[in-house]
């Protein structure tokens, strides 16, 4: 997978998201986020002290909330960044792209009030994260992550909400040197794991 077919992909979810959302019934709810997203850093492989962050910067999202029998909600959800990382951690004069997607299955219990009258939530889920760094020579990479955050909801109408989340992402990257190296890396980055987090303001319309 190239790094130019990740945003194809993101639309391809998102569109996906939105039949699941019409066929699934009257309870089911889309919603369509804007925020930022920030944190994440690599290690210099070398063992030099030198650490490699992550570009904070704008994100989008897209979910789909489908009701389960015990009155929580499961949730499907993908979030979609480009990022970047200085040249130098791949031995580039320019910062290198680096788009990021989670897809995560999960769901959301509210602690006070309900989906119909709004209140706040906690949300959560498990899934997978996407790297693919712009720049020929580089390989993709994915890796097992979790998310977990708190929101609040604000009902606008019968099937028309806003919504407020916080969320954390923790991806495993579990790579000791070589990560997004297919060969011919002049340097080395590593990591165990990958903490990022995201602030996002959603327009949810239920179906």
């Not at 979810?13 to 709810?29: I, M, Y």
Request: proline share 3%; hydrophobic share 40%; net charge neutral.
């Amino acid at each position: 997978m190239t790094s130019s077919r990740m945003p194809r992909l993101g639309r391809g979810l998102v569109a996906g998201l939105v039949f699941l959302s019409a066929a699934a019934g009257a309870q089911t709810t889309l919603t369509l986020y804007g925020g930022a997203r920030g944190g994440g850093e690599f290690d210099d492989a070398s063992g030099n002290g030198t650490t490699y962050k992550l570009d904070s910067g704008a994100a989008v999202s897209a979910s789909v909330d489908f009701p389960l029998d015990d009155g929580r909600e499961g949730q499907l959800f993908y979030s979609f960044q480009r990022s970047a990382l200085p040249g130098r951690a791949f031995g580039q004069p320019a910062d290198v792209a680096v788009n990021i997607s989670y897809l995560h299955l999960g769901g959301r219990v509210f602690f006070d009030g309900d989906a119909t009258s709004g209140g706040g939530y906690v949300v959560g889920g498990i899934g997978a994260t996407f790297f693919s760094p712009g720049l020929g020579g580089l390989s993709n990479e994915v890796r097992p992550s979790i998310n977990l955050g708190v929101g609040w909801q604000w009902p606008l109408t019968r099937n028309i909400a806003l919504r407020t989340e916080l969320r954390g992402y923790l991806s495993l990257i579990n790579a000791s040197g070589g990560f997004f190296c297919s060969g011919g890396c002049t340097v080395s980055i590593s990591g165990r794991t990958l903490a990022q987090a995201e602030g996002m303001l959603g327009l949810s319309i239920g179906f």
